[in-house]
Protein backbone atom coordinates (compact mmCIF):
# COMPACT_ATOMS: atom_id res chain seq x y z
CA UNK A 1 0.00 0.00 0.00
CA UNK A 2 1.45 3.65 -0.96
CA UNK A 3 0.48 6.45 1.36
CA UNK A 4 0.11 10.07 -0.52
CA UNK A 5 0.83 13.13 1.03
CA UNK A 6 0.31 16.71 0.07
CA UNK A 7 -0.01 19.90 1.84
CA UNK A 8 -1.52 23.38 1.33
CA UNK A 9 -2.44 26.68 3.24
CA UNK A 10 -6.23 28.10 2.30
CA UNK A 11 -7.05 31.57 2.85
CA UNK A 12 -8.98 31.84 6.06
CA UNK A 13 -12.05 32.47 4.53
CA UNK A 14 -11.59 29.82 1.99
CA UNK A 15 -10.97 26.61 4.03
CA UNK A 16 -14.15 25.78 4.38
CA UNK A 17 -14.83 25.63 0.81
CA UNK A 18 -11.75 23.68 0.23
CA UNK A 19 -13.25 20.70 2.44
CA UNK A 20 -16.61 21.16 0.18
CA UNK A 21 -14.71 20.65 -2.55
CA UNK A 22 -12.73 17.48 -1.15
CA UNK A 23 -15.76 16.42 -0.53
CA UNK A 24 -17.91 17.40 -3.39
CA UNK A 25 -15.39 16.36 -6.09
CA UNK A 26 -12.34 15.00 -5.40
CA UNK A 27 -13.16 12.49 -3.04
CA UNK A 28 -16.03 11.06 -5.51
CA UNK A 29 -13.92 10.56 -8.31
CA UNK A 30 -10.98 9.04 -6.26
CA UNK A 31 -13.45 6.24 -5.38
CA UNK A 32 -13.97 5.37 -8.79
CA UNK A 33 -10.22 4.36 -9.49
CA UNK A 34 -9.19 1.00 -9.22
CA UNK A 35 -6.66 0.88 -6.30
CA UNK A 36 -7.86 4.13 -4.38
CA UNK A 37 -8.72 2.90 -0.91
CA UNK A 38 -8.98 5.91 1.98
CA UNK A 39 -8.60 9.67 1.99
CA UNK A 40 -7.81 11.89 5.27
CA UNK A 41 -8.33 15.64 5.79
CA UNK A 42 -5.80 16.98 8.51
CA UNK A 43 -6.35 20.49 9.22
CA UNK A 44 -4.41 23.08 11.67
CA UNK A 45 -4.27 27.29 11.76
CA UNK A 46 -0.61 28.71 11.00
CA UNK A 47 0.69 32.07 10.56
CA UNK A 48 -0.72 32.27 7.04
CA UNK A 49 -4.03 30.87 6.94
CA UNK A 50 -5.29 27.16 7.18
CA UNK A 51 -2.61 24.31 6.57
CA UNK A 52 -4.22 21.17 4.68
CA UNK A 53 -2.36 18.07 4.71
CA UNK A 54 -4.35 15.43 2.33
CA UNK A 55 -3.51 12.10 2.82
CA UNK A 56 -4.65 9.50 0.23
CA UNK A 57 -4.31 5.49 0.62
CA UNK A 58 -3.98 3.30 -2.84
CA UNK A 59 -3.28 -0.28 -3.60
CA UNK A 60 -0.21 0.00 -5.83
CA UNK A 61 1.81 3.50 -7.79
CA UNK A 62 -0.04 2.32 -10.89
CA UNK A 63 -3.45 3.25 -8.71
CA UNK A 64 -1.54 6.39 -8.38
CA UNK A 65 -0.96 7.23 -12.39
CA UNK A 66 -4.32 6.22 -13.09
CA UNK A 67 -5.08 9.61 -10.92
CA UNK A 68 -1.96 11.77 -11.16
CA UNK A 69 -0.46 10.65 -14.69
CA UNK A 70 3.24 10.78 -15.21
CA UNK A 71 5.32 11.71 -12.97
CA UNK A 72 3.52 9.61 -9.99
CA UNK A 73 4.67 12.58 -7.53
CA UNK A 74 3.36 15.52 -9.55
CA UNK A 75 0.18 17.48 -7.14
CA UNK A 76 -3.21 17.38 -8.82
CA UNK A 77 -4.20 20.74 -8.21
CA UNK A 78 -7.18 21.70 -10.25
CA UNK A 79 -8.05 25.72 -11.03
CA UNK A 80 -10.71 26.25 -9.00
CA UNK A 81 -7.93 25.29 -5.66
CA UNK A 82 -5.51 27.58 -7.00
CA UNK A 83 -7.31 30.62 -5.98
CA UNK A 84 -8.51 29.51 -2.38
CA UNK A 85 -4.62 28.55 -1.95
CA UNK A 86 -1.80 30.71 -0.53
CA UNK A 87 0.46 28.11 -0.96
CA UNK A 88 0.83 24.49 -1.98
CA UNK A 89 3.06 21.71 -2.66
CA UNK A 90 3.74 21.36 -6.29
CA UNK A 91 5.27 17.66 -5.39
CA UNK A 92 3.67 15.03 -3.37
CA UNK A 93 5.46 12.67 -0.96
CA UNK A 94 4.88 8.69 -1.71
CA UNK A 95 5.51 6.28 1.63
CA UNK A 96 5.37 2.30 1.25
CA UNK A 97 3.33 1.64 4.76
CA UNK A 98 5.59 -0.82 6.07
CA UNK A 99 2.77 -1.93 8.89
CA UNK A 100 -1.01 -0.68 10.39
CA UNK A 101 -1.29 -0.39 13.99
CA UNK A 102 -5.13 -0.43 15.47
CA UNK A 103 -6.79 -0.14 18.62
CA UNK A 104 -5.93 -4.08 19.57
CA UNK A 105 -2.29 -3.50 18.97
CA UNK A 106 -3.33 -5.73 16.17
CA UNK A 107 -0.02 -5.40 13.71
CA UNK A 108 -0.49 -5.85 10.12
CA UNK A 109 2.91 -6.16 8.40
CA UNK A 110 3.19 -5.36 4.76
Do not use: C
Not at 58 to 86: C, L, Q, T, Y
Amino acid sequence: MISRHWKGVARDEKADSYIDHLKRETFPKLSEIKGFIRSSILVRKVEKGTEFLIITEWESMESIRAFAGDPADKAVVPPVVHEMMVDYDRKVIHYEVNAEFKGSYEIRQR
